[in-house]
């Protein structure tokens, strides 16, 4: 039978509302006992111990998401298949790890096995469920509980809004960790080098900024038609402007500091071009993040951008132009 647009579409707006509130509804109980189960994550994590994740059918495509954000943030996090894990894989169990075990039902026969098997071997475990009155809930030493009023699926079957809280949640106390630990974008960027999210947070100054004759540089003690000169040759928006001993960067004048310098009087190319220059314009080190000068052209509303060393001298140039072919924007 043909699909007809408007049963579909409101089919569709159905199962996305139904969803939501399963996420509202997660959100508004979330109380003492996720903070429990965030402090023995941050416990465990201290102590050099592992996240362990398992469940069956859909729930187990959950645990493996959950750890993977676990391992993408630097807690070391792995999935135990529930059936391999009674043939020989609790192996890789080891006291002092904290065992996320999820049943949306919290009656799954698999899961409920684990449970005295892990404690064996020394294990705290969280009850990652949907029913606080549940075995598994009622066996466990903690509970990450979400809410799910009904699946949106029309016959009640298919795991949907339940798994979409599971997964939210799951998310929500990876996020909270990292937010407590510190986490910086550098230590990120370890754990993702490769594909395109890994070039862009690994991504420094020095990889993209413009140097040798596209970097215009004159002492500020130039004329302003001489700095002008200057910028075309080099084919760029600015000049980078130094103190002319010391060679550390005094100001830069840009296109439209040239534009402004024009409505001055028609001798303004004679003028010295520290008349016209911006003083004291931001810069960058070279071995910052791409992302952090980024931020420096959302923020301030600039076009260029000069990049410094140590001692405060010109070594590069970014001009916003560059930063969209780069794919970091």
């Not at 111990?49 to 959950?62: D, E, M, N, P, Q």
């Not at 002092?96 to 294990?123: H, T, Y």
């Not at 130039?222 to 960067?249: C, D, F, N, P, R």
Request: with cysteine; charged share 20%; glycine share 8%.
């Amino acid at each position: 039978m043909a699909l007809q647009p408007k049963p579909t579409l409101a089919r569709a707006r159905a199962c996305i509302r139904i969803e939501t509130t399963a996420l509202v509804d997660t959100a508004q109980s979330l109380g003492a006992e996720f903070v429990a189960t965030a402090r023995a994550v941050e416990a465990v994590t201290v102590a050099g111990g592992k996240l362990i994740f398992s469940g069956v059918g859909k729930s187990a495509h959950i645990a493996q998401k959950i750890a993977a954000t676990f391992n993408s943030t630097g807690v070391a996090s792995c999935f135990l298949d529930a059936t391999q894990a009674l043939h020989g894989d609790l192996g890789l169990c080891t006291e002092g790890d904290l065992a996320f075990l999820l049943s949306n039902s919290g009656q799954s026969d698999e899961i409920l096995r684990l449970v005295p098997m892990l404690k064996r071997f020394g294990l705290k475990v969280v009850a990652f469920t949907g029913h606080a009155d549940s075995d598994l809930a009622q066996s466990a030493d903690y509970h990450l509980l979400y809410r799910a009023r009904r699946e949106a699926c029309p016959l009640e079957l298919a795991p949907t809004a339940s798994t979409t809280a599971a997964l939210a949640l799951g998310d929500a106390l990876a996020m909270v960790l990292l937010e407590a630990r510190g986490l910086t974008r550098d230590d990120f960027a370890k754990f993702h080098p490769a594909g395109n999210l890994g070039r862009v947070l690994l991504l420094r100054v020095r990889d993209i900024m413009r140097t040798g004759h596209r970097l215009p540089v004159a002492a500020d003690t130039v004329t302003t038609q001489e700095a002008i000169l200057a910028m075309t040759k080099a084919k760029s928006g600015s000049i980078a402007l130094v103190a002319k001993k010391s060679g550390k960067l005094s100001g830069i004048l840009t296109d439209g500091d040239f534009r402004r310098s024009a409505l001055t009087g028609p001798d303004f190319l004679q003028q010295p071009v520290a008349t016209f220059m911006t003083c004291t314009p931001k810069t960058i080190r070279e071995d910052a993040l791409g992302v952090d000068a980024l931020r420096l052209f959302e923020a301030h509303k600039i076009d260029d951008l000069i990049v410094v060393d140590a001692r405060g001298r010109p070594v590069g140039l970014i001009d916003g132009q560059d930063l969209p072919k780069l794919k970091i924007v």
